[in-house]
C-alpha cells in the first residue's frame, strides 16, 4: 500500500462521482468525430451524450445552453422530482430540457440572463461554460499565470481560474482565455470529461502539481500548526499581529499584538508569542533586560495575559501544563528560562548563547536548542523535569557536520532534522543519514513514511521516511516558505511567495498537494 498525489482538488469530487455513476455502457461511434474522440465515446458511454439519430454528434456546432445543463445534470443525476417553476418566460413545462434547467436553477448551479430569461437556445460562451461547470462541480481554486484577457474586475475570473486551477483549461497559446468566444460541442465535452475522468486533464506547464485555494496580504515572521486541527497560527509582520488561518473554511481570526513580536508557540488550546521591548544586542553590560511574553487563547484570539519578564525573549516553546520556555536574545552568554505561565514565576534558569532557537521534543521531556550567531553551530539539550530545565548538554559532533541555524524534530520524536540535509537521532543525537539537497522547510508524513523538503523555490522533493531516499518531485505556484503534513486529512500544506499575472508583489498563498491511498 502506498499513496499516490494528484495534480487538483477536483480529482477528489471526480473520483467520488466515477464510484456513484452507474456502469459506463457501450459507447457509441459517431461518424463524424475526430477531434476530442475518447472524450466524446466516454461521455457517451456514461449516457451523458446521445448524438442526433443520423449517428453524428456535430462536434464543431455551438452547444446551447440548455443542452450544456442537459448533460451535466444526467451525470449529477440531480433532475429527478418534481422542482419549483424557475420563472423563465421561454422556456416552459414539456420543453425540451425544461426539468433539467428547473432543477439545476432550484440548486443554484445555474442562472438565467436576467430574472425571466434564460436563453435556452442561445450559444454558450467559454466564460458561461466556466461558470457553469465550476458551479456544477463545486470547483475552485487561484491561477496565478492568468490569461492576458480575463480581467481581475470580470464577473467570470473566479469561474475561468477555477477551471484552470484543476486543469480543465489550459487556455490559448498566445496566453488567452477567449471568454466571449462560442464553445462548441465538441469542446463542451472535452471540458466535461476532464473533470469526469482526470485523465483526460492535458499536460501544461503552467499547471502546479500544488492546488492554490486562497492568498494573502501577511507576511510570517513565524508559524506553527495547532496539532490535530487544520489551523494555522502565524505572527504576520506587516500589522504586528497574530492571525488564525483555518485553512479548509478560510475563516481568520486577527489580534493586535502589544509588542514587536518574533517567535511563537502553540500548546494546549494557547498561543503564546514573544514580546519585544529591545533589539537583540551582543552585550548589554550592567543593563537589565526587558521583554514579555502574550498568552492568546488559540479559538478566540482573546489575550489571556500578557507576562513582563527580564530578559530580551528569542524563540519561545511551550508545554501542556502552561510551562513556557524561553531562550534569550541578547548579552553573549545569557539565559534559557522556563516560567510558570499561569502564575508568571520562573520554574528554573540555566545558561544558553544568546539568540538560540529551541524546539520541544514531543513527549515534552526534552529541549533542543541550536546556536544561530555562532559557527560552528552549538547543539544542545536540556532535560525537563516538572518543568524545571538541566543543566544542557553538548552533543558529541560540534564541527564534524555543517550545520544550519534550524532544527526540525519529526512529529514521532525519533529524528532532528538540519537544513543541511543531515539527519539524527533525537534520543542518541548519533548522525543516521544525509539527503541528497539543503532544504530550508521540511514536513513528514509518519504514517506511510514520505518526508518533503524544499528550499526556497517552488520545488517540492518527496523523500521515503525514515530511509531518506529520494521518490519524486512535485511543482508550487510560489516559492515555499513553510510546509506542514496534515495527517487527518493526507494533505501537504505549503505557505508560499506567490505572485499574479505579471505583478511583482508577493502573497502569502495558502497552496496543498491531496494524496490518495492505493
Do not use: C
Not at 280 to 306: P, R, V
Amino acid at each position: 500500500m502506498g499513496k499516490v498525489f494528484q495534480r487538483s482538488l477536483v480529482v477528489a469530487f471526480a473520483v467520488l462521482l466515477m464510484f456513484t455513476a452507474a456502469p459506463q455502457a457501450n459507447a457509441a461511434h459517431f461518424s463524424d468525430v475526430t477531434s476530442f474522440k475518447e472524450e466524446i465515446e466516454f461521455l457517451s458511454g456514461l449516457k451523458i451524450i446521445n448524438g442526433y439519430p443520423d449517428g453524428t454528434y456535430r462536434p464543431t456546432s455551438p452547444i446551447l445552453r440548455v443542452q450544456a445543463v442537459m448533460m451535466i445534470m444526467r451525470d449529477l443525476g440531480l433532475a429527478e422530482g418534481d422542482f419549483p417553476n424557475p420563472g423563465f418566460t421561454d422556456i416552459r413545462p414539456g420543453d425540451m430540457g425544461y426539468e433539467d434547467v428547473a432543477a439545476a436553477h432550484y440548486y443554484g448551479l445555474i442562472s438565467g440572463k436576467s430574472a425571466t430569461v434564460f436563453d435556452p437556445k442561445g450559444h454558450l460562451t467559454r466564460e458561461e461554460m466556466a461558470k457553469i461547470l465550476s458551479n456544477a462541480y463545486e470547483l475552485g481554486g487561484l491561477y496565478p499565470p492568468g490569461f492576458s484577457d480575463v480581467s481581475n474586475q470580470s464577473w467570470s475570473t473566479p469561474y475561468v481560474y477555477a477551471l484552470a486551477a484543476n486543469g480543465i483549461t489550459n487556455g490559448y497559446p498566445d496566453g488567452t482565455f477567449r471568454p466571449k468566444v462560442t464553445i462548441d460541442r465538441g469542446q463542451f465535452a472535452a471540458f466535461m470529461a476532464r473533470i469526469l475522468n482526470p485523465d483526460f486533464i492535458p499536460f501544461s506547464p503552467a499547471l502546479a502539481d500544488t492546488y492554490l485555494e486562497q492568498a494573502f496580504e501577511y507576511q510570517i515572521i513565524d508559524v506553527v500548526k495547532e496539532p490535530g486541527q487544520p489551523v494555522l497560527h502565524l505572527i504576520d509582520g506587516l500589522t504586528n499581529s497574530l492571525v488564525s488561518i483555518n485553512y479548509e473554511t478560510y475563516e481568520t481570526k486577527t489580534a493586535k499584538l502589544p509588542y514587536d513580536a518574533e517567535k511563537l508557540a502553540y500548546a494546549n488550546g494557547k498561543v503564546y508569542v514573544t514580546q519585544h521591548k529591545q533589539g537583540h544586542i551582543y552585550y548589554s553590560g550592567d543593563a537589565i533586560q526587558s521583554g514579555a511574553y502574550a498568552i492568546f487563547d488559540a479559538e478566540t484570539l482573546d489575550m489571556i495575559k500578557l507576562w513582563n519578564i527580564a530578559l530580551d525573549p528569542y524563540d519561545i516553546e511551550a508545554d501542556d501544563l502552561g510551562r513556557v520556555y524561553i531562550s534569550g536574545g541578547s548579552n553573549q552568554w545569557t539565559s534559557v528560562i522556563s516560567y510558570d505561565s499561569n502564575t508568571g514565576a520562573i520554574v528554573s534558569e540555566q545558561g544558553i548563547y544568546m539568540s538560540t532557537l529551541i524546539k520541544l521534543t514531543p513527549d515534552q521531556q526534552r529541549l533542543m536548542a541550536i546556536t544561530t550567531t555562532s559557527s560552528p553551530r552549538n547543539v544542545y539539550y536540556y532535560s525537563i523535569s516538572e518543568g524545571k530545565l538541566q543543566p544542557g548538554t553538548k552533543w558529541g559532533y560540534h564541527g564534524d557536520y555543517s550545520m544550519t541555524t534550524d532544527i526540525f524534530l519529526t512529529p514521532d520524536g525519533k529524528y532532528m532534522v538540519n537544513g543541511t540535509g543531515n539527519v539524527f537521532s533525537q534520543r542518541a543525537l548519533s548522525h543516521v543519514g544525509t539527503l541528497d539537497r539543503q532544504f530550508t522547510s521540511v514536513a513528514v508524513d509518519t504514517v506511510y513514511g514520505e518526508l518533503y523538503t524544499a528550499n526556497g523555490t517552488n520545488l517540492i522533493t518527496a523523500y521515503g521516511y525514515p530511509d531518506l531516499g529520494a521518490m519524486y518531485q512535485m511543482v508550487s505556484y510560489g516559492d515555499i516558505q513553510h510546509m506542514f503534513y496534515d495527517e487527518q486529512s493526507d494533505q501537504l500544506i505549503a505557505l508560499t511567495k506567490v505572485k499574479f499575472g505579471k505583478s511583482t508583489y508577493n502573497y502569502m498563498g495558502i497552496e496543498k498537494v491531496i494524496f490518495y491511498v492505493e
